[in-house]
């Protein structure tokens, strides 16, 4: 028998297979995570999809001054004075910094559609982390493809989330600080609790009605039982939200961000979903596993009812997370096993729930199965005409018109010196400014009593546009 003889050449030789071994199993691991993620991702771009037909639905009331104000940050390089109380500055640096780096002001023929298109990149964010989530919850890849689904078809979460809002900006974070505390094992290492507080904290500043989430990502610390982390995460969240924002501007913003639709308006578009969330949350107050996240639910459901509260602020944070509360509800019902004495009944539940699962989808998907925002297109032709007829007629006169047009009009080459926003004009700004009359300016006739004195004064010198859309340049008072 021959004994091996080990040489130089050998070594190299076990150095190559082993450094060959490490890259196959290397690309085998990445080959396996990307088959995993084909679903979530095809979700996720299945969600964006479906809101590309709302970036040229009309304006929302609450989406003209974000949208002039992320125009002052990604182009101008500043805010826009008076911020006022709702002002949501880091909601506007992460969209100004979206359309930078995208250059969507110059892909997109209005700026209200270059900044919804950031939304829309939020929108699909919210529906991979809603299934991450899921799947951090213990459940099943259906029963999280089914969430994923629910955010993508509900038109009251399509509407919802294509607006300009800070919510939608701030959803992304808290999906994932929520996402990261949501474990069932006792002993871990401390960094995916520190990276969720941070996210928890990003969330909050960037919209402060995201408080409402607070007790939820405290019922996930406290119920490991271990005392230093909670204090540890509840004085680092603590610390975060006061450096960020401060006690007096986080009440501040919590209540004026609810400008915009009243809830009703928005459940009245889907009272299915609205009516199986508070059924789902009530049901999953009896759940261990669920508990928390109905309580955060919950929370923001009477948060949105609050006589002059945060209102459709906290509505809009409801859609991804009572989605993941309705299919977790689901998958709990008829899979749980309930013991009697020495008994144990198997899925006492699976019929009823099943049953009432069958019904409510029975309903639901007619309701879905038009896209929303298919007919709804704003006529974009009547203020490219008004901004034209400004251009030839009156290039340097100053002229007092609403958030999204004055993006537009500055956009095309107009002196900012002589375009004025509604919240920087007083009463002898009013009477020295000709008013370029808009459909999101004529709604801000009825809580602006100087722009109402200063309409009616004026005289209709132009008419671009006929009906709701019409643009009308008025000669100063």
Same mark, same amino acid.
């Given at each position: 028998?021959?004994?091996?003889?080990?040489?130089?050449?050998?070594?190299?030789?076990?150095?190559?297979?082993?450094? #060959?071994?490490?890259?196959?199993?290397?690309?085998?691991?990445?080959?396996?995570?990307?088959?995993?993620?084909?679903?979530?991702?095809?979700?996720?771009?299945?969600?964006?999809?479906?809101?590309?037909?709302?970036?040229? /639905? $009309?304006?929302?009331?609450?989406?003209?001054?974000?949208?002039?104000?992320?125009?002052?940050?990604?182009?101008?390089?500043?805010?826009?004075?008076?911020?006022?109380?709702?002002?949501?500055?880091?909601?506007?640096?992460?969209?100004?910094?979206?359309?930078?780096?995208?250059?969507?002001?110059?892909?997109?023929?209005?700026?209200?559609?270059?900044?919804?298109?950031?939304?829309? +990149?939020?929108?699909?964010?919210?529906?991979?982390?809603?299934?991450? +989530?899921? !799947?951090?919850?213990?459940?099943?890849?259906?029963?999280?493809?089914?969430?994923?689904?629910?955010?993508?078809?509900?038109?009251?979460?399509?509407?919802?989330?294509?607006?300009?809002?800070?919510?939608?900006? &701030?959803?992304?974070?808290?999906?994932?600080?929520?996402?990261?505390?949501?474990?069932?094992?006792?002993?871990?290492?401390?960094?995916?609790?520190?990276?969720?507080?941070? +996210?928890?904290?990003?969330?909050?500043?960037?919209?402060?009605?995201?408080? =409402?989430?607070?007790?939820?990502?405290?019922?996930?610390?406290?119920?490991?039982?271990?005392? !230093?982390?909670?204090?540890?995460?509840?004085?680092?969240?603590?610390?975060?939200?006061?450096?960020?924002?401060?006690? @007096?501007?986080?009440?501040?913003?919590?209540?004026?961000?609810?400008?915009?639709?009243?809830? &009703?308006?928005?459940?009245?578009?889907?009272?299915?979903?609205?009516? @199986?969330?508070?059924?789902?949350?009530?049901?999953?107050?009896?759940?261990?596993?669920?508990?928390?996240?109905?309580?955060?639910?919950? /929370?923001?459901?009477?948060?949105?009812?609050?006589?002059?509260?945060?209102?459709?602020?906290?509505?809009?944070?409801?859609?991804?997370?009572?989605?993941?509360?309705? &299919?977790?509800?689901?998958?709990?019902?008829?899979?749980? !096993?309930?013991?009697?004495?020495?008994?144990?009944?198997?899925?006492?539940?699976?019929?009823?729930?099943?049953?009432?699962?069958? @019904?409510?989808?029975?309903?639901?998907?007619? =309701?879905?199965?038009?896209?929303?925002?298919?007919?709804?297109?704003?006529?974009?032709?009547?203020?490219?005409?008004?901004?034209?007829?400004? #251009?030839?007629?009156?290039?340097?006169?100053?002229?007092?018109?609403?958030?999204?047009?004055?993006?537009?009009?500055?956009?095309?080459? #107009?002196?900012?010196?002589?375009?004025?926003?509604?919240?920087?004009?007083?009463?002898?700004?009013?009477?020295?400014?000709?008013?370029?009359?808009?459909?999101?300016?004529?709604?801000?006739?009825?809580?602006?009593?100087?722009?109402?004195?200063?309409?009616? #004064?004026?005289?209709?010198?132009?008419?671009?546009?006929?009906?709701?859309?019409?643009?009308?340049?008025?000669?100063? $008072?």
């Amino acid at each position: 028998m021959t004994a091996h003889r080990w040489s130089a050449l050998s070594s190299v030789r076990l150095i190559a297979r082993s450094r #060959r071994l490490r890259a196959e199993e290397r690309t085998a691991t990445a080959g396996h995570v990307l088959l995993r993620l084909i679903v979530p991702l095809g979700l996720a771009g299945l969600t964006a999809a479906l809101r590309v037909g709302m970036l040229q /639905s $009309p304006a929302q009331p609450v989406e003209a001054q974000h949208v002039a104000q992320v125009y002052a940050v990604a182009e101008l390089g500043k805010l826009l004075d008076p911020l006022g109380a709702a002002a949501a500055p880091l909601a506007w640096l992460q969209i100004g910094g979206y359309t930078a780096l995208t250059d969507a002001f110059a892909r997109h023929a209005t700026g209200a559609i270059a900044v919804r298109e950031s939304i829309l +990149f939020a929108s699909a964010c919210c529906a991979l982390l809603v299934w991450l +989530f899921a !799947r951090r919850m213990s459940l099943s890849r259906w029963t999280a493809a089914a969430a994923v689904g629910m955010v993508a078809l509900s038109p009251m979460a399509i509407s919802i989330q294509s607006a300009v809002r800070p919510e939608n900006v &701030a959803m992304p974070w808290a999906l994932a600080g929520l996402g990261l505390l949501w474990t069932h094992n006792r002993h871990r290492s401390l960094a995916p609790d520190l990276w969720a507080t941070a +996210f928890l904290v990003i969330a909050v500043i960037t919209a402060p009605v995201m408080l =409402a989430l607070v007790p939820t990502g405290a019922w996930l610390i406290w119920r490991r039982r271990r005392k !230093r982390l909670s204090l540890m995460v509840a004085s680092l969240f603590t610390l975060g939200v006061g450096i960020g924002l401060g006690t @007096t501007r986080v009440l501040d913003g919590a209540y004026l961000t609810g400008d915009g639709p009243v809830p &009703a308006h928005w459940v009245a578009m889907d009272p299915v979903l609205a009516a @199986t969330a508070v059924f789902a949350a009530c049901g999953a107050l009896f759940s261990y596993r669920l508990r928390p996240l109905a309580v955060g639910v919950l /929370s923001l459901i009477v948060t949105a009812l609050i006589p002059g509260g945060p209102g459709t602020a906290a509505l809009t944070v409801v859609p991804p997370l009572a989605a993941l509360l309705i &299919a977790g509800t689901v998958e709990c019902g008829i899979t749980h !096993r309930e013991r009697v004495g020495r008994h144990q009944l198997v899925r006492p539940f699976l019929v009823p729930t099943a049953a009432l699962a069958v @019904t409510v989808a029975a309903f639901a998907i007619p =309701a879905w199965a038009s896209p929303v925002g298919a007919t709804e297109r704003s006529d974009i032709a009547p203020a490219v005409a008004a901004a034209g007829w400004l #251009r030839v007629n009156l290039p340097e006169a100053r002229i007092l018109t609403d958030d999204s047009m004055w993006v537009d009009l500055v956009r095309g080459g #107009r002196p900012i010196a002589a375009t004025t926003r509604p919240d920087e004009c007083v009463d002898t700004c009013l009477a020295q400014s000709w008013l370029l009359l808009t459909p999101a300016l004529r709604q801000d006739i009825d809580v602006r009593p100087g722009l109402a004195s200063a309409v009616d #004064r004026s005289k209709l010198v132009a008419v671009f546009g006929a009906g709701e859309t019409r643009v009308e340049v008025r000669s100063h $008072p």
